[in-house]
């Protein structure tokens, strides 16, 4: 699939990745877009950027309330300037106006459950939400958010035993079964 054409560039960029923490965001997300050659922006390092610490220095010597106003500001920035693939934080979709904001694109849930979220970034140090009882705050996290998630995407894909290359392909796939513009509620879905 190297080398692939990506889809025509809508108005705005070709795809935003949303999902819980492990769900293979950033990770897909890069693949995307060294495939179709176009750029790659991550939230998190967007923020990290504007205030020149990591996610869990941000959190620490300013809160969580602080990173989240930084991140909804990155994410409009990024929806209004990027025209290639948009990983967006874990918990980027609790904020209203970034929900609203979303309506329109192209947005890709990447859906994991409890055990591989665990597996794949529970033991990680970057993740200050998950530091402690990392299983306990996955469990809760996915359930509050998992309506949020679903509320935003035209796409779910479910991660669960796909491998990072074999998601992008579904993403790639699914993107371009999408109408221009999408319908915002899943209008495309693969389940396992
Ligand atoms: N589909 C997948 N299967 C197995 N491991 C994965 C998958 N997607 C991502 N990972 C691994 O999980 C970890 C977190 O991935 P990442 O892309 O940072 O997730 P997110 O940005 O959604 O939090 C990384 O070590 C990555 O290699
Ligand atoms: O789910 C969350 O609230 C968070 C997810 C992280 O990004 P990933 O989803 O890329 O891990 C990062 O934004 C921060 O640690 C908070
Ligand atoms: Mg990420």
Redesign the pocket.
């Known amino acids: 699939m190297v080398g692939e054409a990506a889809p025509a560039a809508p108005a705005g960029p070709r795809a935003v990745?949303v999902?819980?923490?492990?769900?293979?965001?950033?990770?897909?997300?890069t693949r995307l877009a060294q495939r179709w050659g176009v750029g790659f922006r991550?939230t998190?390092a967007d923020v990290e950027a504007e205030l020149g610490r990591s996610v869990a220095d941000i959190f620490i010597e300013f809160g969580e309330e602080y990173f989240r106003a930084a991140e909804a500001r990155a994410v409009a920035a990024a929806l209004a300037e990027h025209r290639g693939i948009v990983?967006l934080?874990?918990g980027a979709v609790l904020d209203a106006d970034t929900r609203a904001l979303l309506a329109g694109h192209r947005v890709v849930y990447?859906e994991?459950g409890v055990s591989?979220a665990v597996?794949?970034?529970g033991l990680?140090r970057d993740?200050p939400l998950l530091v402690e009882g990392p299983r306990a705050r996955l469990a809760a996290l996915l359930k509050a958010r998992q309506p949020l998630y679903a509320e935003v995407a035209a796409v779910v894909i479910d991660?669960a035993g796909?491998?990072?290359n074999?998601?992008a392909d579904l993403v790639a796939a699914a993107l371009a079964e999408l109408p221009t513009p999408p319908a915002p509620a899943a209008s495309v879905r693969i389940p396992r």
């Not at 999902?19 to 997300?29: D, S």
Request: charged share 30%; hydrophobic share 30%; no cysteine.
């Open positions: 990745l999902g819980a923490p492990g769900a293979g965001k950033t990770t897909v997300g991550d998190d990983a934080g874990g990447l994991v591989d597996r794949r970034v990680a993740r991660t796909r491998e990072p074999e998601v």
